[in-house]
């Protein structure tokens, strides 16, 4: 039973834009703080962007003032605006509940290249 799907990434130049969408499955509660996370090849995962139920929200400072996080209760689906975009969040980006952690989805890659 997949309960997290990832899309939305692909090739852009620095500068760039890019909306990331997490499907999630109806167990994971609106009561949960979601999180996109990203990681690239040989180095760990580390969480960019979070919201609350409350939709409270906290970013990593690499990407304070580029990234927005949202959510949609309704439709289970969890977002990231990505705009100025940088060679350097060039990752393969991940969504998960920040408790009672799900397997972790495939991903959706994001790679930013002139």
């Known amino acids: 039973q997949v309960q997290l799907v990832e899309s939305g990434g692909g090739l852009v130049q620095p500068g760039g834009s890019l909306r990331l969408s997490c499907t999630h499955s109806?167990?994971?509660?609106?009561?949960?703080?979601m999180g996109w996370y990203r990681q690239a090849p040989g180095k760990q995962r580390e969480l960019v962007a979070s919201i609350t139920s409350s939709d409270n929200t906290n970013y990593a400072d690499s990407v304070k003032g580029r990234f927005t996080i949202s959510r949609d209760n309704d439709k289970n689906t969890v977002y990231l605006q990505m705009n100025s975009l940088k060679p350097e969040d060039t990752a393969v980006y991940y969504c998960n509940t920040l408790v009672f952690t799900r397997a972790w989805g495939q991903g959706t890659q994001v790679t930013v290249s002139s």
């Open positions: 109806g167990s994971i509660s609106r009561l949960f703080p």
